[in-house]
Structures are given as C-alpha cells and as structure tokens.
C-alpha cells in the first residue's frame, strides 16, 4: 500500500508536466521549485523510512498522510491551471517606462555595495569576524534581535542580486569581458559562502540566480544536459550541506573525512536505511505528527498563526512582549509530538518547518489541504504570468527573485509576505522601478496644425 501510494504522489509531478502541451514551459517558472520539494516530502522521505514510520504511526496516519500529499499536489495542478491564474497576472499593474542598461549596471554596483555593508555590519554587530565565525551554520540569528541590525540583516540578500543584474548587464557584452569574469568570481565566491554557511536554500538561491542571469536575460531556457547536470550537483551538495553544516566553524572544514567518504554520506542524506532511526523532526514527519495528533490532542489552528504577517515587522525593541502567533502554534504540536530541536528566542519550542501538508492540515484539516493546494497553484501562477510580462534584464530579475517561491510555498507556505516580501520582493521592484527611463511628453501648442498634431511621436506614443 505504501509503494502504490508514494507512486502515485510521484505521478502527479510527471502528470503535471506531461500535459503541458502549449510549449511554453520556462525554467524560472516557481512551479519548478515546488515540484522537486514535494516529491523529496512526500516520495523519498516517505520511502525510505517507510517501516519507521508505520512503526511510530501505524498503517492509518500514514496512508491519510500520503492521500492528502495526492490531494494537494493534483489540486495544486487545477489551481495553476485554472483561468483566474493568468486573468489576474495579465491584469496586475506593471511600471511604465523603457529600461536602460547603462543604469542597471549602475544600480547593480550600487546594490552590491549595499549588500556588502549590511553584511559587514551584521558581522560587526554579532562581535566581529572572529565571533561571527566561531560558530557554526552561520546566519542573521547570531545578532542581537533588538538592535536595528536585526532590518539591516534584510539587506544583505542585495548581495547576491546586485551580482545577478552586474552578470546580466555584462554576459552578452564584449566592452565588459574583465568585469563579466570579475563577477562570475564574485557569484563563485557568494555560492561557497553559502556552503560554508550551511544555508541551503542560499546556496539553491545562488545556482538560480546564475543560471537567471546567464539564460534568463536572452529568455532562453538551458539545454537538457546541462540542467540535469546542475539538478545532480545541487543534489548533492544539498545533501552535503545537511550533514555537515554543523562542522564548518573557525574558517575550516572540521572532518577528516576522504572525498568518497562525504560523497557517500551525502547521498545517504536521501537514503535513510529502514533500520536507521525515524528523522521524526524532518519535513514528512512533521507532516504526520499533525495528521496524528491534530484535532485529537491540539485543536485546528483555523489560521491564527496568519496573524504573524502583522505581527512580524513590528521591532522588539517597541514591543518588547511581542507575541509570536506562528511560533506558539507549532510550540504546541512539537510538545505533544516530540518533533522540537531547539527553544528559539522568544522562548517556545521550534522544529523544522511543517511543509505544505503539515501546515495546510493544521489550519483547517482536509479541506485546508484543498484550499491550500488551490491558492498554491493559482498563486505561482499568476507570479509566473506577471513576471513574463516584463522584457529584458528587468523580466529576468524579477522573475529569479520570484522563482524560489515554489519552494516556499512547499517547504513553509505562506512565508512569503514575513520574509521575501518586505526583503527581496520590494527591492526587486525598486530596482525595476529605477532602471526606467520615462520620456518626456510634450504638448502642441492649440494652434498647431493637424499634421503637426498627428505626426508628433510625444503626442502618439509615451514609454
């Protein structure tokens, strides 16, 4: 029953695509960064630990859960290809005006150099690099979340995309070979940062942003080699960062292990033996524990933990008992379950993150997996709508901004608006916004003839 069932979850991806027969399939399109997240939940976690779990579980969670992978994965594909996806897209507003490519260049140096300071404050806020790099899985967390460091941390992600609009700019142009090599440096350099780091979806972040840079400028998709080659390493070092982010600390890689031995240990990251110990705190796992203990022991969250969109941006520092919705919600599954690792800062019992079973079940049960399966699709569509209507440099840096919320809405949905929105999604649109160049209009005087009036390329036509 439960090979028939992680089968079927694998099948909806394959469906998915296999009926997509309009040809206009775009590798920045974030549905591609959900699907891969789903089936690693819900096909490879579920199987390979598949008599843990029956063990811990028993037959009944586990196949309601795997049902309820099915359910929202199919109604995910209706969401994304239901009419009002593309409706609403096509009908968003877009910035007027014609882009210029001599202010992206300016506007990417300026951006990077942004990014840098953020960054170096962050660092200098946390006790300089020596405390910063002391520790391992090195992130914003570190700093002290009542100082303003904690927003200038939003920042720091401009390093990255100030790359991107720099290798756009410069890729295709023969004037900029020492600075096109000269940021391929730097972007080689930001992606082993983010290993050393431990920060996965940073180091993904960065393989996108590449790959964004290099074919998404020309609106062109890369060839099926070289995706499956950069889909196999990402694989890999994915599963390389998961098992030892932990033992990068004081500038070095602390593990005598030979190449074949981490290579064989970062695959194993996917390959759990059904002897090992059930990973009860991964993302599937969470996903039982709410089927399991959700509405018998915690009651339906019925969207309270929503409220963490309005409490979110307001500073500690001015409301130093600020309520955490999101994180008193899950601290009560994680007690009951014992899925919790760590007791965060405001002091309840966090784990990993629920993943788009886990979280839609706990909002509203069956029918918030229907609900949540619907907006997800219907929701990266129209991302995907709007972002194509953008020509150029300025489609393509939105479009990469955007291509990681498939993943989002997968791994934690509806995180967006708390973390990508008021960081990247706003600078993303600033950025577009500065690059536009308006042109003037200018008005006849009221006698001026006919011909004058018709022929007046200011009176026709404004970009």
């Known amino acids: 029953m439960v090979a028939f069932l992680v089968c079927a979850i694998a099948c909806v991806p394959i469906a998915f695509y296999g009926l997509r027969i309009d040809r206009k399939w ?10 891969p997240v789903f089936v690693l939940f819900g096909v490879v976690q579920a199987w390979y630990s598949r008599a843990g779990w029956l063990a811990v579980y028993g037959e009944a969670t586990v196949y309601w859960t795997l049902s309820l992978y099915i359910i ?5 594909c209706f969401g994304y ?12 507003p877009v910035l007027r005006g014609r882009e210029d490519r001599s202010r992206w260049f300016r506007i990417g140096v300026i951006t990077l150099l942004l990014g840098l300071c953020a960054y170096a ?77 431990g920060t996965r979806s940073g180091f993904i972040s960065a ?30 070092i994915v599963g390389f960062i998961t098992q030892y982010r932990g033992d990068f600390y ?85 007690r009951v379950a014992r899925t919790g690792s760590w007791i965060n800062a405001a002091g309840y019992l966090s784990g990993p993150a629920p993943g788009f079973v886990g979280k839609w079940f706990y909002m509203a049960g069956p029918l918030g997996v229907v609900i949540g399966g619907l907006w997800t699709g219907m929701f990266l569509q129209v991302v995907r709508t709007y972002t194509a209507r953008y020509p150029g440099i300025a489609g393509t840096v939105l479009a990469v901004n955007c ?42 005087p009221r006698g001026a003839s006919p011909a004058l009036r018709a022929g007046s390329i200011w009176l026709r036509r404004q970009t």
Not at 153 to 162: E, N, Q
Request: proline fraction near 7%; charged fraction near 15%.
């Open 26 to 35: 775009w590798f920045l399109d974030p549905i591609n960064t959900f699907w």
């Open 72 to 76: 929202g994965g199919v109604c995910v």
């Open 81 to 92: 290809r239901a009419r009002p996806g593309p409706f609403i897209g096509r009908t968003l």
């Open 121 to 197: 404050y962050v660092i200098r806020n946390a006790g300089g690099l020596e405390v910063f790099l002391s520790s391992s899985r090195l992130n914003v967390s570190n700093i002290d979340q009542l100082t303003i460091g904690a927003y200038v941390a939003y920042f720091v992600p401009l390093i990255p995309m100030g790359l991107m609009i720099l290798l756009c700019t410069t890729f295709s142009d023969r004037r900029y070979v020492l600075t096109k090599r000269l940021v391929l440096g730097g972007m080689g350099a930001w992606t082993f940062w983010n290993v050393y780091a």
């Open 207 to 236: 393989v996108v942003l590449l790959f964004g840079a290099v074919y998404g400028a020309k609106r062109r998709n890369p060839s099926p080699a070289v995706m499956i080659g950069a889909l196999s390493a990402v694989v890999v």
């Open 250 to 334: 004081g500038g070095h890689f602390n593990v005598e292990h030979n190449s074949s031995q981490v290579l064989d240990r970062s695959i194993r990251m996917y390959t759990t033996a059904e002897g090992d110990s059930v990973p009860l705190g991964s993302e599937f796992g969470m996903s039982l524990a709410v089927v399991e203990y959700v509405p018998s022991q915690v009651p339906y969250d019925l969207g309270y933990m929503l409220l963490e969109l309005f409490t979110a941006p307001i500073p500690r520092g001015i409301w130093p008992d600020k309520i955490y919705p999101s994180g008193k919600s899950w601290d009560q599954v994680h």
């Open 403 to 444: 291509a990681m919320l498939g993943f989002s809405e997968m791994n934690n949905p509806l995180s967006w608006p708390v973390g990508w929105l008021p960081s990247s999604g706003v600078f993303a649109f600033v950025l577009v916004a500065l690059s536009r160049r308006h042109a003037v209009r200018r008005y006849m």
